[in-house]
């Protein structure tokens, strides 16, 4: 049980150090690039049914998810789902800091 405690922490370190939410200012411009790709800032995985994201500027829970975001898999090193652009769904799969831009077509 302790050494699962001090992994616990350990993870919670790193994906609060991997979100820099609070540093960002709003008319940044990488908070505008933000905006535009979508980036897996980190993950705290428990179990499937427990589990925190932070993507873009959001912390995402299983019962607090974004209309713009279907997640369908969460794992302790991946996520899986689907993002909306405008009115279309895009597929995705990221890994902890990995950056999603949308498709060439998306602002047709």
């Not at 411009?29 to 932070?54: A, F, N, V």
């Not at 873009?56 to 829970?61: A, E, G, P, V």
């Not at 302790?76 to 060439?104: C, M």
Request: charged share 20%.
């Amino acid at each position: 049980m302790k050494n699962l405690y001090l992994k616990l922490i350990c993870l919670i370190s790193y994906t609060t150090m991997a979100a820099p939410v609070s540093l960002m200012q709003q008319n940044s411009p990488l908070l505008q690039e933000e905006d535009e790709s979508l980036c897996l800032h980190g993950i705290l995985y428990l179990d499937e049914k427990r589990w925190t994201l932070w993507i873009n500027q959001h912390t995402i829970t299983r019962n607090k998810i974004p209309k713009w975001l279907k997640v369908s898999s969460v794992g302790p090193k991946v996520v899986s789902g689907q993002w909306k652009i405008d009115d279309a769904w895009y597929n995705f799969t990221l890994e902890v800091n990995d950056r999603l831009h949308p498709p060439e077509d998306s602002n047709q």
